[in-house]
Nanobody, 119 residues
Framework: QVQLVESGGGLVQPGGSLRLSCAASGSGFAFYLMSWYRQAPGKQRVLVASINSGSITNYVDSVKGRFTISRDNAKKMVHLQMNSLKSEDTAVYYC?????????????WGQGTQVTVSS
């Protein structure tokens, strides 16, 4: 079992910044594919950014150049630095871990943290 706990959400004005953090449990964190998803009201949950065990990153086009995902394997944490925030970034942000156990993928979710961008 892997537990994920997000923190860092809140209310910010347009153009502002927030840093989300996700603390993970489990001894094999360095090998987890870690991602951030978000779900806006009335919309489906979508992938925002991911980072693999080699720290290769991937971003949805709408956040490229504004968001940065990073990981600290020693602390078992993944972060999402969000700059130049827009109202359309308002959503609940979820931390996600994809863990391979032999050849079987296991997916874990955090409880989510609310990000509201509003003046």
């Amino acid at each position: 079992q892997v537990q994920l706990v997000e923190s860092g959400g809140g209310l910010v004005q347009p153009g502002g910044s927030l840093r989300l953090s996700c603390a993970a449990s489990g001894s094999g964190f360095a090998f987890y594919l870690m991602s951030w998803y978000r779900q806006a009201p009335g919309k489906q949950r979508v992938l925002v950014a991911s980072i693999n065990s080699g720290s290769i990153t991937n971003y949805v086009d709408s956040v490229k150049g504004r968001f940065t995902i990073s990981r600290d394997n020693a602390k078992k944490m993944v972060h999402l630095q969000m700059n130049s925030l827009k109202s359309e970034d308002t959503a609940v942000y979820y931390c996600n871990a994809l863990v391979m156990v032999e050849t079987t993928p296991h997916i874990y979710w955090g409880q989510g943290t609310q990000v509201t961008v509003s003046s």
